[in-house]
């Protein structure tokens, strides 16, 4: 994703703190562009307290009287909005607006998202500056999110799509051995039953369901090389042991 | 989702504001259980003050000594942690962590998301007490995130989850005025041509691409009757005007 293809715009931000925060959960996620329409204090001492080691995002910040100026050179404008305006817009999740954005970026066009007042949002008029309106489908028992979650939520989900090319969705994919074979696991499984019985735990003339319960038990971990070292090393000291 | 089938367990937290923009961004999710072992401070003024509305989610929360009684009756824990720790261990993004974590709740199992402490995270100890790891893809510029906007990121997730067979994918999913039908856009079309004929502005010997091109503008809009009624009466007084 080319950084500054996506924009990050505060409409009237009160709390110079939140200006800060939202830097830096914007450059946690890989963006640095941020736009900030008639901020009630900027620079200020809070906005860099909070950025932490996000104020770069807050030196090259621009900060314009009005949206119009903030979104001019955007060819896809969204704008963060609660549910139920008088005139229905067009309205996603911040999954698919990411989408939305990271398409159009790739087209070489600039996308701005817009957040609004910490306390009343985006007015009408300035929603319908936008092409798109997003809705972050909070729980109707407290609908009103902190500024800077909403702008970490969109950045996330931006990054999220950025890198989702590389993300493993296989909770296993980064191991440092390599697996076990098929015919480890049965030389691995004589040896456990061959111990079972020398150690009198499984009674081969009675054998019940032992050594298929620890056949699924085993199966399921996927056993890399060095552990399955491992646990071949304890059966063969137990029979140490035992033998003695 | 139960709401208490799935619990947030903050370690060792320094700040009381982190832990009270926690409770904020749970009950924003609908989350409400939260687990605090050995808290820096707490109960604590700046926590109540950084939760806004969601101090029930404080009150209610149990604080503990050891992890180990914070997670003690659940049956899938999930840590955060960042990439690279000495022995791999299961880890997913929070997009597939919150599909475990459903799925797992939906079989009546507790879950506990665990998140460290602000400036080091868990320790490897601490890690080694969870089934699975969660790492959030953040940017290589700047890795580390706030303890709250960790917590949203995660709450938005199972939001998501819990919330995606009723969210729509089509941005025009919710409309207040009926699309126009074929047939409609049409008529609009003929209507259209007619009074650009009229003005002067389409040439009818030399039409060109013009109307091709109109009919892709409006044809990508998707117009509702209202819209089509008021298009259409534009075109009727432009008609009118013209004529007397």
């Not at 204090?41 to 009287?65: G, K, T």
């Not at 955007?74 to 817009?89: D, E, F, K, N, Y």
Request: include cysteine; charged fraction near 25%; proline fraction near 5%.
């Amino acid at each position: 994703m080319n950084k500054s293809a996506i924009c990050i715009v505060l409409v009237n931000t009160s709390h110079p703190g939140n200006i800060g925060a939202v830097a830096r959960a914007m450059k946690n996620m890989g963006l640095v562009e941020l736009r900030l329409v008639a901020p009630a204090r900027f620079p200020a001492e809070e906005a860099n307290w909070r950025a932490v080691a996000a104020s770069d995002v807050l030196e090259s910040a621009l900060v314009v009287d009005t949206l119009a100026e903030a979104i001019g050179d955007c060819q896809l404008v969204i704008g963060t909005s609660a549910r139920g305006r008088r005139i229905p817009w067009p309205v996603l999740d911040p999954r698919h607006c990411a989408e939305q954005a990271l398409r159009a970026a790739g087209r070489e066009q600039r996308v701005a998202f817009v957040f609004g007042r910490e306390d009343r949002g985006l007015t009408n008029e300035e929603l319908q500056q936008c092409n798109l309106h997003l809705h972050i489908p909070t729980h109707e028992d407290y609908t009103s999110l902190n500024l800077a979650m909403a702008v970490q939520i969109v950045a996330y989900e931006l990054r999220m799509q950025a890198v989702s090319a590389e993300l493993p969705d296989d909770a296993c994919a980064h191991w440092d051995e390599p697996l076990s074979t098929a015919a480890a696991m049965e030389h691995y499984y004589k040896h456990l039953e061959q111990t079972l019985i020398e150690i009198g735990f499984l009674d081969p003339a009675a054998p019940r369901q032992l050594m298929p319960r620890l056949r699924r038990l085993y199966g399921r971990l996927r056993l890399d090389e060095m552990e399955m070292n491992i646990l071949r090393g304890i059966l063969t000291e137990t029979q140490k042991r035992i033998r003695t």
